[in-house]
């Protein structure tokens, strides 16, 4: 088994804190503290996103993003986020107030979850990662799907049709995607042998072969191209990007779950849909791209740069690829991505027993 060189972010700040033996109460404080620590990654990518994601689009389609506020317009991430929280919270007749309340806060708060599993690098000697369970990637993918719940409470408390047929795709997108996306990710736990993060991450360090004096890793996105390919595609379906939008498309479903929402709880849910994008990313990294590994660079460093990499992906997805309908986005999960997924499981089976023998 895989032993972790450094020791993990909540250790490092309870012996920072509190000594060599910190009790109980003591590891509970270094525990938060070091939670907190690690969710500011995520949420300032997705603070950075607001900004992040004009830019990209208008790049992509030939328009002007947002240039006058502050330097390269990089101050509409504060505008937005005032304009957005000052706005009246206005609250519909007849609907499910507990489950209309619960639901936005489920959807970042599943994501913010995910990341406390997720390898983020080292920066002196200080890993970045709150817990290195046995089942970590068993967890990530397990609390990550807590926010379909959330999309579905609020379809359904919102008292809108438009908002519950939402909700009900959010619920026939996840069933459709998410077996594949799992199945995917344990062709690698048949070559790891662990669902362990740090595992993971350990197995991609060795090079795989040297071609013109350049080494390759053996990331498995190089060990097995065609789990990853498949990877990256469910992942799109996971985190409603394009074409598998279709839980939020504006021209059938005017906002889809998230229409009866204003103020504090519309950037609850729009916030927990950026920090998801994020925490795919992490995961696709962390499995098939080495995690925080890269030359030259700290880990941390290539951590982002791989997550903001995939980031980019979903955002030419968005703006190039048409949505599918409702009815092609389940027959492409269901006929598609799941026989190829169990195919793939299959054949890595059988190339990892050839390989033991």
Known sequence: MHVPLTTLLPETIARVLFGGAPSLPEQIVSALVAAVIVALVPLNCAAVV????????????????????????????????FRLLSKELIVPDGVDRPAYDIGPILVPFSALLGFAVIPMGSIFGIELQ??????????????????????TMCGYASNNKFSLIGGLRAI????????PLVVTAASVVLFTGSLQMSEIVATQTNPLLTVM???????YAFVNPFAFVLFLIANLAEVGRNPFDAPEAPTELVAGYQTEYSSVYWVLIYMGEFIHLFLGGAILATV?????????????????????AVFLFTQWARSAVPRLRIDQLIEVGWKGLLVLSFVNLLLTAVIVGMLAT
């Open 288 to 308: 098939f791209l080495g995690g925080p590994a890269g030359p030259v660079l700290p880990g941390f460093v290539w951590f982002l740069v791989k997550i903001w």
């Open 213 to 219: 004096g350049v080494t390759i890793p053996s990331w």
């Open 50 to 81: 607001i900004w992040a994601k004009r830019k990209v689009t208008a790049a992509f389609t030939d328009r002007i993003a947002p240039n006058r506020t502050g330097p390269f317009g990089l101050l509409v991430i504060v505008t937005d986020v």
């Open 172 to 179: 026939a997108a996840n069933l459709a995607y998410e077996i």
């Open 130 to 151: 709150l817990a290195d369970p046995e089942t970590g990637l068993a967890y990530a993918f397990a609390v990550a799907s807590i926010a379909t719940l959330g999309l």
